[in-house]
């Protein structure tokens, strides 16, 4: 999966500390050896503003947590699934043979 160098961009800056300001994002992908697009740089600088960073990066590890329970639990589903598919199958049949004797 690749993500991409603009946002990597960001969590920097922000780990660091730094303002995030179109120019500091070129700065830091010109570091990196990225081209920097300056009109991709301001709007990413702006849609950031006011951005808590703390929570979106709590949120976002957030779901990793839950799924590995949910990962666990769903083959013991299934197996009580095919149980009750096996059950339906079996009334099912009881029910014809009754019907015919």
Do not use: Q, R
Not at 17 to 36: D, R
Not at 65 to 70: E, G, I
């Amino acid at each position: 999966m690749k993500v991409d160098p603009y946002l990597h961009a960001v969590l920097v800056l922000h780990g660091a500390g730094k303002e995030i300001t179109k120019e500091s994002l070129t700065s830091v992908l010109k570091a990196a050896g990225v081209e920097a697009d300056d009109a991709k740089a301001k709007v990413l600088a702006e849609a950031v503003k006011g951005a808590n960073f703390e929570e979106l990066l709590k949120n976002a590890t957030a779901p990793v947590a839950v799924a590995a329970p949910a990962a666990a639990a769903a083959p013991a589903a299934k197996k009580e699934e095919k149980k009750d598919e096996a059950k339906s199958e079996a009334a099912a049949s009881e029910g014809l043979a009754s019907l015919f004797g």
